[in-house]
């Protein structure tokens, strides 16, 4: 799967499956990173709010691979809602990681965490954070822009006003919990849906259906989960800490058959995240 990408409006070719690493700290990231791009990735996710960009830059300066090879993205902080801060965000994420340019930037959310999916929705301060990314994407430091858990009306909003359309919604998406009219939405609109925790946080492995399903084609419950998103025409990040693992998520070269696919859009809705359902994306709120 390494070399299949797909390509962005703007003709950037953007990796199918990368890496994600929300949740491991910055004193840990290094050698997993190490691990991933060993393996084969080149497409690594992270967000000043992981708090592991450093760690992250780290394996990848260490690593020797020629930067056009690589694919890192990361994102504006959602609190951050004024063109200033934006601007600052985006060259901390620069100087911190020690790179001239981002591949893919993101706005981490529509709202700040305290406030997500809550009344007031951030139209105005939006289309100004927008207006600074574009300005960062015409000055070269990013090379592609895009959102991450915004919702139809929030990439309306956007699109009412906007010079550059973005190229990317990151959202929660996997089998069990998949908003297909705002994948529909985006596709529509030739923005890219990239799936975060695309193996529902871990909590789907022990599916009994699931499992029957995966056994059935010879692959993982997590092989299964991530063949799915991508036969949606989703990317896929999944997080691993374990090199095996990482090895498996891009074992992915076998076909989910229609009446297969059907019978997972249908599966029923998950009903935990475990001890994580404590967090905004997964219908939590920060106290």
Same mark, same amino acid.
């Given at each position: 799967?390494?070399?299949?990408?797909?390509?962005?409006?703007?003709?950037?070719?953007?990796?199918?499956?990368?890496?994600?690493?929300?949740?491991?700290?910055?004193?840990?990231?290094?050698?997993?990173?190490?691990?991933?791009?060993?393996?084969?990735?080149?497409?690594?996710?992270?967000?000043?709010?992981?708090?592991?960009?450093?760690?992250?830059?780290?394996?990848?300066?260490?690593? /020797?691979?020629?930067?056009?090879?690589?694919?890192?993205?990361?994102?504006?902080?959602?609190?951050?809602?004024?063109?200033?801060?934006?601007?600052?965000?985006?060259?901390?994420?620069?100087?911190?990681?020690?790179?001239?340019?981002?591949?893919?930037?993101?706005?981490?959310?529509?709202?700040?965490?305290?406030?997500?999916?809550?009344?007031?929705?951030?139209?105005?301060?939006?289309?100004?954070?927008?207006?600074?990314?574009?300005?960062?994407?015409?000055?070269?430091?990013?090379?592609?822009?895009?959102?991450?858990?915004?919702?139809?009306?929030?990439?309306?909003?956007?699109?009412?006003?906007?010079?550059?359309?973005?190229?990317?919604?990151?959202?929660?998406?996997?089998?069990?919990?998949?908003?297909?009219?705002?994948?529909?939405?985006?596709?529509?609109?030739?923005?890219?849906?990239?799936?975060?925790?695309?193996? /529902?946080?871990?909590?789907?492995?022990?599916?009994?259906?699931?499992?029957?399903?995966?056994?059935?084609?010879?692959?993982?419950?997590?092989?299964?989960?991530?063949?799915?998103?991508?036969?949606?025409?989703?990317?896929?990040?999944?997080?691993?800490?374990?090199?095996?693992?990482?090895?498996?998520?891009?074992?992915?070269?076998?076909?989910?058959?229609?009446?297969?696919?059907?019978?997972?859009?249908?599966?029923?809705?998950?009903?935990?995240?475990?001890?994580?359902?404590?967090?905004?994306?997964?219908?939590?709120?920060?106290?």
């Amino acid at each position: 799967m390494f070399n299949e990408k797909y390509k962005l409006l703007n003709g950037v070719h953007m990796p199918k499956v990368g890496l994600g690493t929300w949740l491991i700290k910055n004193d840990a990231i290094t050698p997993i990173v190490a691990d991933a791009l060993e393996v084969g990735y080149r497409h690594i996710d992270t967000a000043p709010a992981y708090m592991n960009e450093g760690g992250v830059a780290e394996a990848i300066h260490a690593s /020797g691979i020629p930067r056009e090879e690589l694919f890192i993205a990361t994102k504006v902080g959602a609190e951050s809602k004024k063109y200033d801060g934006v601007v600052r965000s985006i060259d901390r994420s620069l100087k911190k990681m020690n790179l001239d340019y981002i591949d893919l930037l993101l706005i981490h959310s529509p709202q700040p965490w305290k406030e997500f999916r809550e009344e007031n929705r951030y139209f105005e301060e939006n289309k100004e954070v927008w207006r600074a990314m574009e300005d960062a994407y015409k000055e070269g430091k990013v090379k592609a822009i895009g959102l991450c858990n915004f919702l139809q009306d929030d990439i309306e909003n956007l699109l009412e006003s906007c010079e550059i359309k973005p190229m990317v919604n990151q959202i929660l998406a996997h089998i069990s919990n998949t908003p297909f009219e705002l994948i529909e939405f985006c596709q529509k609109h030739d923005i890219l849906v990239e799936a975060y925790s695309p193996i /529902g946080h871990g909590e789907v492995l022990q599916h009994p259906r699931l499992q029957a399903m995966a056994e059935h084609y010879g692959v993982s419950v997590a092989q299964l989960c991530l063949r799915y998103d991508l036969q949606l025409g989703l990317s896929v990040i999944p997080k691993s800490t374990d090199r095996t693992h990482m090895e498996e998520n891009t074992a992915l070269d076998f076909e989910i058959n229609e009446a297969d696919m059907e019978a997972l859009k249908q599966v029923e809705k998950i009903e935990s995240y475990g001890k994580d359902s404590i967090y905004p994306v997964f219908g939590g709120k920060i106290k």
